[in-house]
């Protein structure tokens, strides 16, 4: 029993750390159930609420149409990086009972106490070390900098297989000994670090595994058990890993500089989407809960380069509550303009309701990314800027959030109902953007960019703390990174990594002028990448008696893939709601669409801090975002994607940057703003941010006073018919 609760422990701990937003409790019990027996509900529960009060987990408030208390959202803790401290820290000192006091104890309480200290140490020493990781970086930066990503990550893949079959031969000897508990607890691990392994370099650089008699390479056990019961061990193709990453990454050294052109774009426009809550009140004194209703709102900022050297801005959005009227509750909903509480209780799964909520919101600002594409987009100008109308198209686009859909799954495009369609239009949407901007010719090309705040992963944070232990980097004559635990469990994120490697960097640097950017190696992210659950990661096709590994530019392989998997869910007599045809968007998306991925910013903006001033001037870094068609990527090298790199980096290096202060990566948010660092991100981004505010706001007070002219209206009507 207890092995089957560790079982299930390490299934939950893995699916939370793939959540970043976190998941409902029915949410967490459904994907838990396809692949194992978990017993009942309540069991299942009762865990994640011990979990939760262990530390292990954190539990919140979530959101829901039904009626009564609000679910509790479950987050994996390493999905909320350590907050940064820079400067030095004060000391606290941990005060305990008297010698006196603990005599009194019993032996349980006496235990009890031991396991708090040691949790308090454990929380003081992290606090410690956080300066010495944060001068470690800066001071390894010049040489990290100069390093060749392909091989850094080739190296950090043999260091992997060497640590886990490592402790894998030392639990063996452990069993030999008769050390089982020892051995047990080591097991745990192994197993922990075997799926951070395969998320990190098999989901994210796609070093994928054997898949039957396809070698892979980068073979991994896919429990520790099978170390010792089959005789199994990780195993590294170096060659073929060399091959697939220069495929992925994008310059030979990790860090570089760069003097970008500023002339490249007269305009670039920002998007920004939210979701306005109404809680409808029913009479006075009314037993009955609020019903809440969801209005999606998304808004777009636009900013010209004027010829007095002020730049004008403009916004769009759309205050559409007289459309409403025609709109039926369905197809509002599969708009994304409104979720009813009606449809969501009796149309949506419970476990479903934050993923709709996410690609409600994720189809209203495509929309509005596509309203800009193909000039539709009424700019209102602000302050003495002059009219503009809809004749202006920027050639640069801005996205705040990711470029990729929110809600990307297969299992999610296929799935019946409402959230189904919701899910459909999101992604056909979001083709339809890709189409208008990159697929374009000549002068309707558009750079599609984002810049993504709060990113829920990190590749470049692994990288660094792993080359910092390898390499015994010490702060003031101590090694800063002692324990390969700190490699799987990074204190920092990539917004705080990338923002301490720029300023070790710049102490070296010279030259500050604006259009000089500091920007790390470039990743592809392919949207394939995250279509397909993890254990179709390496998609194969049947071709006889053999398989293979889909061509992932090739659309008749996707196809091939799509028509198999319906045929196989067949076979095994579950639901198919989509006939072929119906894959479309998603096919293209497969086949076509990626993303560049790094992180920059000028080398103006540390200009002060490469002269160690204080903590007010440091901050954090989004993680950047460019689209790219992986086809054209295919023919043309890395001259495709180099251009739309530099398209979006030249809005930057033409000084379109700012601190945005209302927000922080959450590991950073200390409740105060003043004391809460910044993110540095481009203009665009900051004024799209607040016309999406005010589009809420005013939005969701029109849409309220309308539903409450109606529901008055209709009272009328009922008593009149009395």
Known sequence: MAKDAGILIQNVMELLDKEPDGLEFAEIFDQLSRAQDVGSERGVRNLLNRLAKEGKLIRRKGWSTKPGAQPYIYCHPKTQPRQLEIPGIKEYRVHSKTEFEIGELNQEERQQQQKAVSVLESIASGHLHQESYARAIIEAAPKLAAENPVELVIGMARWLVDDLNKLAAEIERKLKRGAVDEAKKMAVKLDSQLGWAKRYFQEFWKLYDRVEELPGILELPSQAKRFRLYGETAKLDEKQARYQLKKRIFGDRLIEEKLLPTNLHKSAAGTDASVADLFLEHTSGSFIPPDPVVVPTSAAALVTNSKYGFPDEYQDFDIFPDKLKDYDDHTAAANGLVLSPTLARNFVEESNLQHTRKAAMDLRQYWQDFRIATKEADWRPMGNSPELGTKNKPTLIIRDGRIFPLVHRLRDYETGGLYGQIVRSEIEKFMQVFHNTLLGSGLDNIVYGAAVKNPGMSWLAPLVFWYLYVNKCAVDGRVAVSNAEEVYQYPFADTAVSHLLFLGVAKNARNFSPDRLFITCRVLRRFSDIALEAEEMSPVISEGDE???????????????????????????????????????????????????????????????????????????????????????????????????????????????????????????????????????????????????????????????RIRALIAELRKRLEKAR
């Open 547 to 705: 398989i293979k590994r889909v061509i992932e530019n090739n659309p008749k392989d996707w196809t091939e893939f799509i028509e198999q998997h319906i045929n196989k869910k067949r076979k095994h007599y579950q639901s198919t709601n989509l006939d072929i045809d119906d894959y479309g968007p998603f096919i293209y998306l497969c086949s076509k669409v990626g993303v560049s991925m790094c992180y920059a910013a000028p080398s103006s903006a540390y200009a002060l801090l490469s002269g160690n001033s204080g903590i007010s001037a440091h901050f954090l870094l989004p993680r950047l975002e460019v689209a790219i068609n992986t086809q054209r990527l295919e023919q043309e090298a890395e001259h495709h994607e180099q251009e739309c790199l530099d398209g979006l980096l030249s809005w930057l290096a033409a000084g379109h940057i700012e601190l945005d202060r209302s927000h922080t990566q959450s590991g950073f948010d200390t409740g105060n703003q003043e004391h809460s660092l910044p993110i540095l991100v481009p203009d665009v981004i900051v004024r799209a941010h607040e016309a999406a505010t005010f589009t809420r706001d005013r939005l969701g007070e029109e849409v309220q006073d």
